[in-house]
C-alpha cells in the first residue's frame, strides 16, 4: 500500500521560513519522481516542486524558484521542501504526490499559513 504522510506546516509569519516533510512507502521511491503541490482556498492545486530521483533534476513553480528547495533523503524516503521568504500568498494546504507528470498518489496535506 502506497502512502505519503506530510508534516511540518503550521503558521509562520511572512519572511520566515518553513520545512515540510513527507515520508514515503509502498513504492520505489528511489526510482520515481516526487512532488510538493498546493491548492489555496478558491484556487486549483498546482504543482509547487518536482525531484526526478532517477536522474535527480528538479522543476519549480516561478513564482518559488530561489524561494524554496525540493530535497530527498532516499535512506529514509523522505522528501522534503524548504521554504524561504514566506509570503502570505503561499498560504495553502501542501501536498506531496509521487510521479509529478500524474499524480498517482497524494498524501493528506498540511497546512501552511503565512501571516502578514
Known amino acids: 500500500e502506497v502512502q505519503l504522510v506530510e508534516s511540518g506546516g503550521g503558521l509562520v509569519q511572512a519572511g520566515g521560513s518553513m520545512r515540510l516533510s513527507c515520508v514515503a512507502s509502498?513504492?520505489?521511491?528511489?526510482?520515481?519522481?516526487i512532488g510538493w503541490f498546493r491548492q489555496a482556498p478558491g484556487k486549483e492545486r498546482e504543482g509547487v516542486a518536482c525531484?526526478?530521483?532517477?536522474?535527480?533534476?528538479?522543476y519549480y513553480l516561478d513564482s518559488v524558484q530561489g524561494r524554496f528547495t525540493i530535497s530527498s533523503d532516499n535512506a529514509k524516503n523522505t522528501l522534503y521542501l524548504q521554504m524561504n521568504s514566506l509570503t502570505p500568498e503561499d498560504t495553502a494546504v501542501y501536498y506531496c504526490?509521487?510521479?509529478?507528470?500524474?499524480?498517482?498518489?497524494w498524501g493528506q496535506g498540511t497546512q501552511v499559513t503565512v501571516s502578514s
Open positions: 504526490a509521487a510521479r509529478c507528470s500524474a499524480p498517482t498518489y
Open positions: 509502498g513504492f520505489p521511491f528511489d526510482r520515481w519522481s
Open positions: 525531484l526526478d530521483n532517477i536522474d535527480g533534476s528538479t
